[in-house]
C-alpha cells in the first residue's frame, strides 16, 4: 500500500509540476503577446496630446536606416519589429524618400501606408501673427491666406482640446484661447489642419512662457491666467517696449487700490472694432470685458501678448502712476493723480 501511495504522490507533484509549467507557458505567450501588440500602437497616449512629426527619408534609404530614423523621430517603438513587419508584407523596396507629415498618433501601419504611397509634403506657406491680434484677426488673416477656413480655426478653438499644463487652469469662456496663441511667424504645410496650427502656436507660447519665467512666476495675488489677462491689456495700450513696465505698473497700482482698470483697449475688444475715439456711450456698454463697468481683471485676455508684454505684467515698474493719455506722437504721458492727468489730456489736443 506504501509503494502504491508513492506512486500516486508521485504522479500527483508530476501534474502539478505540469500544470505550473503549462500556465507558466501561456503566460510568457500572453506577455509575449502584449509586448509585441505594444509595439504595433501608437507613441501618443490619445489624439489630444498628438503631435506634428516632420519626418526625411533620405533617398537610398535601407529598411534599418526607415527603423532608425521613425524611432529617433518618437514615432516607432521599435525598430526590429518595423523592419519584421516590412519583411513579413514585402514592403522593403516600396519606401519612397521624401519630406513626411506625420503625427504620433499614426500606428506602425498607417505610417508604412504614408512611405508606400509617397504621400511627401514639400509645399509651405509662411505667415505672420502680429503681436497684440485677436483670435478673430487670426482666423480671418489665415483664410485670406488659404492656409485654413475660418470657420475650422475658430471651432477648433473653442471646442478643441489640448493637453498643455498652462491651460489646466483656464475656464471655460469665449474665444478661450484668446492670449494663448503666441504671436509670431510660423512655416506651416499646405492643407495642414487647424488643429495642427493651433498646436504649433501653443508650444511656441509654451517656449516663451518658460523663457520669460512665467512658466515658474507664483503669486498670491494673481494666477497664470491673470498674468495673460493683464499682459493683453498691456499688448493693446502701450506705444513701445519701454512703456510697457510703466503702463503695467498703472495697472497694478490701480488693481491694488481697488480702482477700475478703464482701459479703452477692453471696450475696443467688446466692440470688436478698434475706434480711434470711444464714446461715451461706448464706454457704457455692459461686458464682463468693459473694464470700465467691471472691477479687477477682465473675465479674459483681450489679444496675443509678446514675450515684453508677458513680462512687464509679471514685473511693472515701481513708479507710483495712476493714469496715462496717448499724446499726438503715440506714445503716452504718465500722471499720479486726476489733477496731472486732466493737464496731460488738456495737453494732448493742442
Not at 533620405?58 to 521599435?78: E, H, T
Not at 501673427?129 to 485677436?134: A, C
Not at 504718465?334 to 493737464?343: A, C, D, I, T
Request: charged share 25%; net charge negative.
Amino acid at each position: 500500500m506504501k509503494g502504491i501511495a508513492a506512486v500516486t504522490g508521485a504522479k500527483k507533484l508530476k501534474l502539478k509540476s505540469m500544470l505550473i509549467f503549462i500556465a507558466a507557458f501561456i503566460m510568457a505567450i500572453l506577455l509575449a503577446f502584449l509586448y509585441i501588440s505594444q509595439m504595433f500602437k501608437p507613441m501618443a497616449v490619445s489624439a489630444e496630446t498628438s503631435e506634428i512629426v516632420r519626418v526625411e527619408i533620405p533617398k537610398g534609404s535601407s529598411v534599418s536606416q526607415i527603423g532608425k530614423i521613425l524611432a529617433d523621430k518618437g514615432l516607432i517603438r521599435n525598430q526590429m519589429v518595423f523592419k519584421a513587419v516590412t519583411k513579413l508584407k514585402g514592403y522593403e523596396s516600396r519606401y519612397m524618400a521624401g519630406t513626411y507629415i506625420m503625427n504620433d498618433n499614426m500606428d506602425i501601419y498607417e505610417i508604412m501606408e504614408e512611405m508606400i504611397n509617397g504621400r511627401v509634403y514639400t509645399e509651405t506657406v509662411r505667415f505672420t501673427i502680429p503681436e497684440g491680434f485677436e483670435v478673430r484677426q487670426t482666423a480671418d488673416l489665415l483664410e485670406q491666406m488659404g492656409v485654413v477656413s475660418r470657420e475650422d480655426f475658430l471651432r477648433e478653438v473653442n471646442e478643441g482640446t489640448f493637453n498643455f499644463g498652462f491651460l489646466q487652469n483656464v475656464p471655460s469662456r469665449d474665444n478661450r484661447l484668446e492670449g494663448y496663441l503666441f504671436p509670431d511667424t510660423y512655416e506651416v504645410y499646405v492643407g495642414e489642419s487647424a488643429r495642427s496650427i493651433i498646436q504649433r502656436m501653443l508650444k511656441r507660447f509654451e517656449e516663451v512662457a518658460e523663457e520669460t519665467g512665467l512658466l515658474e512666476w507664483k503669486s498670491d495675488k494673481f494666477t497664470l491666467d491673470d498674468i495673460v489677462i493683464l499682459a493683453s491689456i498691456i499688448e493693446r495700450e502701450a506705444a513701445n517696449n519701454s512703456e510697457r513696465p510703466l503702463v503695467s505698473a498703472v495697472f497694478h497700482n490701480r488693481l491694488r487700490m481697488g480702482k477700475k482698470l478703464e482701459s479703452c483697449a477692453t471696450v475696443q475688444y467688446v466692440l470688436k472694432e478698434r475706434k480711434a475715439r470711444l464714446t461715451y456711450d461706448d464706454l457704457e456698454i455692459e461686458s464682463p470685458y468693459n473694464t470700465y463697468k467691471v472691477q479687477g481683471l477682465p473675465v479674459g485676455p483681450i489679444a496675443s501678448p509678446g514675450a515684453e508684454s508677458l513680462r512687464a505684467a509679471m514685473n511693472p515698474a515701481e513708479v507710483d502712476f495712476l493714469y496715462f493719455v496717448l499724446q499726438k506722437d503715440g506714445t503716452h504721458s504718465f500722471s499720479r493723480n486726476y489733477e496731472e492727468f486732466l493737464e496731460d489730456k488738456r495737453e494732448s489736443k493742442r
